[in-house]
């Protein structure tokens, strides 16, 4: 089978329930990744910050809004003690992009029922929240080598982490459109 295919029948099978069992994992596995960051959190709000960098998030991959090469460095250096701890919140990770990546698919499955939509709209609705997972583990992926201390990633992380975010959104906006449209039929 292939992904696409995978995902078909993740939608197919939508169901409210699902979406909420879903929705709970994912709210579920966010709080079990913030109780494993929670070390890292602390090391991070102890370091040093000046003027309006200390408005920000610590962690470079939550900020949402973009983070340079050089601040990624300056965060592995804060943490390297514990990027023992870093790797068993990737592990986590690994189980929260299956979930969101699931409730993606159950919220596209849901919205397109009984609403057409051409063929085109129906592939975009399924391969956006593939693309959010494979950007992810991407993610995760160079995280681990820059935690190991294999390779500097820093240069490329802060484009695979926007692009995590930007297909997680558009998957969530073109979910709400089509939503949108089905509610005014």
């Given at each position: 089978m292939t992904p696409l295919g995978a995902a078909a029948a993740i939608a197919n099978g939508a169901t409210p329930a699902r979406l909420a069992l879903a929705l709970a994992a994912v709210l579920g596995l966010w709080l079990?990744?913030?109780l494993v960051h929670a070390p890292i959190e602390a090391a991070l709000r102890a370091a040093p910050?000046?003027?309006l960098a200390c408005l920000r998030p610590l962690?470079?991959?939550?900020?949402?809004?973009?983070?340079?090469a050089a601040e990624f460095r300056d965060y592995l250096?804060?943490?390297?003690?514990?990027?023992?701890?870093a790797l068993a919140?990737?592990?986590l990770d690994l189980l929260l992009v299956a979930a969101?990546?699931?409730a993606l698919?159950?919220?596209a499955g849901l919205v397109t029922r009984d609403v057409p939509v051409n063929e085109r709209t129906h592939r975009l609705l399924l391969a956006l929240p593939l693309a959010y997972a494979a950007m992810d583990l991407g993610e995760n992926l160079l995280l681990a080598v820059a935690y190991a201390g294999l390779a500097d990633v820093a240069v490329v992380l802060p484009w695979i982490s926007a692009m995590k975010f930007?297909?997680?959104?558009?998957?969530?906006?073109?979910?709400?459109?089509?939503a949108m449209m089905r509610a005014l039929a």
């Open positions: 079990a990744g913030a910050c000046e003027g962690r470079p991959d939550t900020r949402h809004g973009g983070y340079s250096d804060a943490i390297w003690s514990l990027r023992g701890r919140g990737l592990l969101v990546a699931s698919l159950l919220t930007g297909t997680a959104v558009a998957s969530g906006a073109v979910s709400l459109v089509v």
